[in-house]
């Protein structure tokens, strides 16, 4: 049963992270060509995604990730809105980091399990 569980809470987070991911590019790409309007509606999806796979992930993992990346995604956002090309890809790349470590850290592997 627990075996069971590990699998889909990995489901879950390994899907869930995919779909930020993909905005959080396309934010990214925005800023590099510093399409301001483009990165901010972006981050706009980012954030709604986020405002909803966050309960989720709230059972799922430590509470520590979750506000490690509310305050990336925070930064993030003032970066973009300040037009500060350098600093918001910084912390996008930040904020990626964050969201593809969690599924992986949280994976149910030989390493994890010893």
């Known amino acids: 049963m627990i075996f069971g569980i590990s699998l889909i809470s990995q489901s879950i987070l390994f899907r869930t992270s995919s779909l930020l991911e993909k905005d ?37 993992i430590d509470h520590m990730e979750i506000d ?18 350098s600093s918001a890809l910084a912390e996008a790349a930040a904020l990626m980091k964050y969201i593809r470590h969690i599924p992986r850290k949280e994976a149910l592997n030989l390493e994890n399990i010893f």
């Open 24 to 60: 959080l590019s396309r934010v990214e790409d925005s800023t590099v060509s510093n399409d301001w309007d483009n990165a901010e509606a972006s981050l706009k999806k980012v954030r709604e995604k986020w405002s909803g796979i966050k309960k989720t992930w709230a059972m799922l």
């Open 68 to 85: 490690n990346i509310d305050i990336t995604l925070s930064r993030v956002e003032q970066y973009i809105l300040c037009k500060d090309t």
